[in-house]
């Protein structure tokens, strides 16, 4: 699907009624009115919406500019030194989530409900609002059963998704529910999630500006992704695991390395 047939959906579902939010969309502008969650020793860039960090395997510290912290797949090992506001585990396996959760962390998102039943988040926190799109590790893109979720990161005008432990390539109403994504975190490991060639064909369905590639095991395994994207999308590989975004300022089609596989 293109990004223009996603606005479609988007705009469709908004007018259906009482249909849920479905699209990527500001919750807040600038500074007016917001009372920073926590103030980073290191704050952001004056023209930086939000900090992003690879923290190592599918973990990634997401910082925004009112100070508001929140870590993907936290599994007590891949952390920062300090409890971010919320934590996200896209689902169950050991090396993506964790019961043992520092007390401070305020919110705590995982994307299967361990009794049954479909995870649903829609969470706000100062600037940052973070919700869940379900989907599935058994391989069926229809299959919406409890065991996996793209968690959907908002800062201001900026879209993250992280798509955790997917399996399958996107059905419509998922790129819907998602809405239009600026950053999207990919799991590029070919074997455990998605084989390459499937995790470029996400890439096209989702069209954003920038890929950053996460769960994968060692370079060679890195570079076989990339050579699925490489004949479209500049590939960059940092030197540092940060990097700060704003939308106005993204790159178009890019893949950015950063070092913490």
């Known amino acids: 699907m293109r990004r223009g047939t996603v606005v479609g959906a988007l705009v469709a579902l908004v007018l259906a009624p009482a249909a849920a939010i479905a699209g990527c969309f500001p919750i807040a502008r600038g500074d007016a009115g917001l009372v920073p969650a926590r103030v980073t020793a290191d704050a952001l860039p004056e023209d930086a919406t939000a900090r992003l960090t690879f923290l190592g395997h599918a973990s ?4 925004s500019r009112a100070g508001v912290s929140a870590v993907t797949d936290y599994n007590g090992v891949d952390v920062p ?4 506001d919320l934590v996200t585990m896209n689902n169950a396996h050991a090396t993506h989530f964790t019961n043992d959760v520092d007390p401070g962390v305020r919110h705590v998102l995982r994307g299967w409900v361990p009794g049954g039943g479909l995870a649903a988040h829609d969470v706000v926190e100062g600037d940052l609002r973070v919700r869940n799109v379900p989907t599935s590790v058994r391989g069926r ?4 059963t409890n065991s996996n979720s793209i968690f959907v990161f908002e800062v201001e005008d900026l879209c993250i998704a992280h798509l955790g432990h997917l399996h399958h390539r996107l059905e419509d109403y998922h790129l819907a529910e998602m809405g239009v ?3 999207l975190l990919v ?4 074997m455990w999630t998605l084989p390459h060639a499937a995790a470029a064909a996400v890439v096209d369905q989702v069209r954003p500006s920038l890929v950053i590639p996460m769960h994968y095991f060692g370079r060679s395994v890195l570079e ?5 994207l490489s004949a479209e999308w500049e590939v960059v590989v940092s030197e540092t695991p940060s990097v700060t975004l704003a939308r106005d300022t993204l790159p178009f089609r890019r893949v950015l ?3 913490g596989s």
């Not at 030194?81 to 971010?84: H, L």
């Not at 893109?141 to 919406?144: E, K, P, T």
């Open 257 to 259: 390395v950063l070092p």
């Open 60 to 63: 990634f510290l997401i910082e």
């Open 141 to 144: 893109a229809g299959d919406r």
């Open 224 to 228: 076989r992704f990339l050579a699925e």
């Open 81 to 84: 030194d300090f409890a971010p």
């Open 181 to 183: 994504i600026d950053v």
């Open 187 to 190: 799991p590029a490991d070919g």
